[in-house]
């Protein structure tokens, strides 16, 4: 099962927004055959491993890190291609949370007559798709927050100047980030200050791949081309320009408003860009609603990169489940921009608590990784 959850990873970048699955099947003590989901809308997991395996799955166990689907998507039922294939046990680390399937793909095994376990190793499993995993039990996606601040914990100037503070292996590593998720989240102030793209361009990053333990021997799979996330500007008042790089670049951009003024729209949807009119909350974009209407579009992950003003929105709202935060070796002055903006908390019982999950040097800068203890 360790290794099934391993061939997982492996499908980091290419899933979604289906889970990240992998697959080991075992006859005799021996491994017959292997897989893992590799490209979303072809074989699963699974699938992959019975093709590997060919006749020697008949009579095999086989692990896979989360339940067998029972449905039919854009590829058959993984449990009806176990039952032709004739093996005689499925160890899955974890039902499957997804409510079309939630135990209906162990049932309909069981039905067949072949044995079935769970939860081995399942803690592990629920790693590899924290996104995937809250999307189905609570209609809101993963939110990843990215900072990279100075040591005194500084994002830009006070005249917005911000580039560089990371190294240029930091902003490799965020290339990686970029590419696990399905949605960039920003705001227009950042757009209308730095002009970013905020694509995924795997070129600046085979470094940072080769360095990620999870993903030894990965590469992209043939003729795959990276998947771009889609770009979402939180703009109350329909602000960006529609001559503003991210609008340009290949992939979608959906900008969320509460203000639709039709001659912007109109401008903005000419440039190639979605506008999605959302509830207010005060005077703002509901980021609650922003989630959710992400969350339904199947969206599992999103990063978050941007502004301390809009950061530390997500923050106070608890949207936030994961904090990376690049830590540069600069002293950038009282007057700089803070990476977070924070309502006051005048209490030390009032501060937020947070948890160190990863800890490591990546170019000079030390990458922080944090999650909230709620």
Not at 34 to 46: L, N, R
Not at 47 to 70: D, F, I, Q, W
Not at 114 to 140: D, H, S, W
Request: hydrophobic share 45%; net charge neutral.
């Amino acid at each position: 099962m360790a290794d099934a959850i391993r061939l997982a990873w492996r499908g980091l970048y290419t899933t979604h927004p289906n889970p990240r699955v992998g697959c080991v099947i075992v006859k005799d003590g021996v491994v017959v055959g292997q897989g893992w989901h590799e490209i979303a809308g072809q074989g699963h997991a699974e699938v992959n491993a019975l093709r590997a395996a060919g006749e020697a799955a008949k009579g095999a166990t086989v692990y896979v890190s989360l339940e067998p689907c029972s449905h039919h998507g854009k590829t058959p039922p993984c449990a009806n291609a176990l039952i032709q294939a004739g093996v005689a046990k499925v160890v899955s680390a974890m039902e499957d949370p997804n409510p079309k399937v939630s135990g209906n793909g162990h049932r309909l095994l069981q039905a067949a007559g072949i044995a079935t376990a769970c939860g081995l190793l399942e803690t592990q499993a629920r790693t590899v798709n924290p996104g995937f995993y809250k999307r189905m039990q609570t209609g809101l996606p993963w939110v990843i927050l990215k900072s990279a601040m100075s040591v005194d914990g500084r994002i830009a100037m006070a005249s917005g100047e911000s580039q560089w503070i990371s190294c240029p292996q930091s902003r490799a590593d965020v290339q990686r980030l970029r590419a696990r998720v399905e949605a960039i989240v920003t705001g227009v102030e950042t757009v209308l200050h730095d002009n970013p793209a905020l694509t995924v361009r795997p070129e600046l990053w085979p470094e940072a791949v080769a360095g990620d333990e999870r993903l030894s021997g990965w590469g992209w799979p043939a003729g795959f081309e990276p998947i771009q996330p889609l770009r979402v500007i939180v703009d109350s008042h329909l602000r960006t320009p529609s001559s503003a790089v991210i609008l340009q670049a290949p992939g979608r951009t959906l900008i969320a408003c509460i203000d639709r003024d039709e001659a912007k729209a109109a401008a903005l949807e000419q440039a190639g860009a979605e506008v999605l009119l959302l509830p207010a909350r005060s005077g703002h974009v509901d980021l609650q609603a922003l989630v959710k209407a992400l969350a339904a579009r199947e969206v599992n992950e999103i990063l978050v990169e941007t502004g301390g003003q809009l950061a530390g929105s997500f923050v106070a709202e608890g949207l936030v489940d994961e904090w990376i935060c690049y830590l540069a070796p600069k002293l950038m002055g009282s007057d700089a921009r803070p990476v977070l903006t924070l309502p006051s908390i005048r209490t030390m019982q009032q501060a937020h608590n947070l948890q160190l999950t990863d800890l490591r040097q990546i170019g000079q800068d030390i990458r922080m990784t944090y999650r909230w203890s709620r």
